[in-house]
Structures are given as structure tokens and as C-alpha cells.
């Protein structure tokens, strides 16, 4: 395709650029109005913004299990850049409308006997979602009511909290190993952020899924609550953080974060080249195909 999906639809909505959106002035305070909610929705996300108290909530839509496609990526970048731009909405919390399932990562066939011009789309688009959550200057909190492996876990580890179900079935992390694929740089990145590097380690190695309570044991969610606390936890958890004046906070964040961002900004072409020859190896491919059977075998 001779223009990504997603650089279309920022030219349509407007979109800044992601540098830009860095040096955006201060969000303001929401104006002491009596309480307004406002909501959008396309067909992968629901976002419903509280006006008064300055907090968006988008839930993943995109049943049976919330697959990072190409169109999921595109609406979640447009709704995240909406609120970005809205002075109304200081934090989003990200939650799921998927029963058991906050995400259930990147989208398998997109990445199945695809030309090379999707892959890079594909991929552009994965990229864009990441550096645009890690960059918000909105607080972001992950209620993570399902399990979320690969591409969903880091949706979570790219949230500034993560709080999740105590749901002993529910499972978290980066098991691209298990699909005899390697989690980029940038995935790892953010993992060892998170959670150290000797944990990110092994777990990275070994594709480990981690059970509820072992992700809270190593550091991969920050709190577990029961299921039907979950959202008044996160919006207690989130007005705890719009205490603070915004412009410290935006800018302890930008510091914490600018080196990995960075760093993927400035390798973002070799990136997706990288992604391409890797995903385009026969026997990763083979591999890839042979898990989508397994999956479905399961089910039988
Ligand atoms: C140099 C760069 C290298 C490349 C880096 C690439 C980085 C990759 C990151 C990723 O995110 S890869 C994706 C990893 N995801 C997984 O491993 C999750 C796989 N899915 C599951 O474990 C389970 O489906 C679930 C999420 C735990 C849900 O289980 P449940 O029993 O509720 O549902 P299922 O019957 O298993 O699934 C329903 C339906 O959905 C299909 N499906 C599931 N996950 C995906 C997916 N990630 N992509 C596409 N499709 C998926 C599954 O096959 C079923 O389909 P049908 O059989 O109904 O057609």
C-alpha cells in the first residue's frame, strides 16, 4: 500500500506528530461544571469520558478475545489522540468489554502469509500504539480483567499502574517465546522497566505466562483486587494521581521514560525491516501456523 492505513487516518483526524505531542503545554485542571460524561465508539473500542472528574475510561471491544489487528491498532490510536487532545481528559483507565480477556496480543494472521508491504504496515501501526501510550502525557492505568498475553501484557507495562483481577486463571506476559518468536527490543525495553532485568530474563526466555498472583508477586501488575472492585479501584488509583500538578508529573514521566522512546523513534525503519525479514523466515512462519492449530485444537 503506498500510504499506511494509520498515517491516513492521522491525516484525516489531525493527528500530531509524536514529538509534538511532547511538547504540548500543561493540561488544565477540568472546570468545577456540574458533572458531564460525553462517550465515543467505534467498532474496536468504547471510550466514555467524565468530564468533571477529567477521567476517560476505553474498553477493548473486538470479540472473542480482543486481537491487535491492523483496524484495532488504527481506533485505539485515534481514541487515545482524541482524549490526548481533549484539555477535558487528564487519564484513561484501559479495561476490556471481552469477558476473561483484557487482550489477547497481536493479531496472529496478521502476521500469516501477508505481502511484505502489510507486515509493514502492520508493524508501523504496533509501533505507533506503543509510542504513542508511552508517551502520553495523560496518567494511564491498566484494569486488566482478563488474561493478556504478548501484545496485550505490553498494553498493560506501557500503562503507568497496572491493576489486575485476582483471578487465579487470568494470565499476563511476553510468551512470544512460546510461538517461537522474539519480542523486540522495545517490548523488552518496557518489561525490564517494569518489572528488573533478572525477572525480565528469564521470563522473556522462557515466554512464561504468569498466573495473577505471581505476576503481583514479580512486580508485572501493581496491585490485584477482586473482579467487582476493579473499577472503583482504578478510578481511586487514577484521582491519586491527578492530585499531583500535571506538569511535574508530565515531566518526571518524560524523563523516566525518553531513553527507550527514543531509541525506538530513532530506529523505527530498521525496526520494521527487522520485523519484516524475521516474520517473513518460512520457518517462522511455519511456526506461527502451527500455533493458530494448537489453539484451535485446544478448543476441540
Ligand atoms: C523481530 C520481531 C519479531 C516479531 C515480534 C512479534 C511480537 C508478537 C507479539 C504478540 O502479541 S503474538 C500473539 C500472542 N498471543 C497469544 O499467544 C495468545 C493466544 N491466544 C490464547 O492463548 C487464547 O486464545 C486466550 C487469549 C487465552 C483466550 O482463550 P479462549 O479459550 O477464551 O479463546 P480461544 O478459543 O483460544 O480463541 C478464540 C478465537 O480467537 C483466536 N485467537 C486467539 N488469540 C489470537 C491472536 N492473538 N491472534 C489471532 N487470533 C487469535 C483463536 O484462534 C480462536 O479462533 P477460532 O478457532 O474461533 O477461529
Known amino acids: 500500500m503506498a500510504a499506511p492505513a494509520l498515517a491516513r487516518c492521522m491525516a484525516r483526524t489531525g493527528v500530531l506528530p509524536l514529538g509534538q505531542a511532547w511538547g504540548r503545554a500543561p493540561r488544565l485542571p ?14 474496536k473500542v468504547l471510550v466514555e469520558l467524565d468530564e468533571s472528574a477529567g477521567v476517560a475510561t476505553m474498553k477493548f471491544k473486538s470479540p472473542p478475545v480482543n486481537s491487535l489487528s491492523l483496524d484495532f491498532l488504527t481506533e485505539f490510536c485515534i ?12 487519564g484513561v483507565i484501559l479495561t476490556s468489554a ?7 496480543g497481536l493479531d496472529i494472521t496478521e502476521m500469516c502469509g501477508k505481502s511484505t508491504e502489510h507486515y509493514a504496515e502492520f508493524w508501523r501501526a504496533v509501533q505507533e500504539m506503543w509510542l504513542r501510550l508511552y508517551s502520553s502525557n495523560m496518567v494511564t492505568v491498566a484494569a486488566v480483567n482478563g488474561s493478556s498475553p504478548a501484545g496485550g501484557c505490553l498494553i498493560a507495562l506501557t500503562c503507568d499502574y497496572r491493576i489486575m483481577a485476582e483471578n487465579p486463571k487470568f494470565s499476563i506476559g511476553l510468551n512470544e517465546a512460546q510461538l517461537g518468536i522474539v519480542a523486540p527490543f522495545w517490548f523488552k525495553d518496557t518489561f ?3 518489572v528488573g532485568h533478572r525477572v525480565a530474563e528469564s521470563s522473556l526466555q522462557l515466554g512464561s505466562l504468569h498466573s495473577a498472583p505471581e505476576a503481583h ?18 478510578t481511586a488509583v487514577m484521582q491519586q494521581w491527578l492530585a499531583l500538578p500535571d506538569h511535574a508529573r508530565q515531566l518526571t514521566k518524560t524523563m523516566m521514560r525518553k531513553a527507550v522512546l527514543d531509541r525506538l523513534v530513532a530506529h523505527r525503519e530498521e525496526d520494521v525491516q527487522n520485523f519484516i525479514s524475521f516474520i517473513s523466515k518460512e520457518s517462522i512462519q511455519k511456526s506461527l501456523r502451527m500455533y493458530m492449530e494448537m489453539l484451535k485444537k485446544k478448543k476441540s
Open 79 to 90: 481514541s487515545l489522540e482524541k482524549l490526548e487532545n481533549d484539555r477535558a481528559c487528564r
Open 217 to 234: 508477586r514479580i512486580g508485572l501488575v501493581d496491585e490485584l483486587v477482586p473482579e467487582e472492585k476493579l473499577k472503583d479501584r482504578a
Open 192 to 194: 525490564v522497566n517494569v
Open 98 to 104: 471481552v469477558p476473561k480477556i483484557f487482550s489477547s
Open 30 to 43: 477540568p472546570s468545577p461544571l456540574p458533572a458531564q460524561r460525553r462517550a465515543f465508539s467505534n467498532n
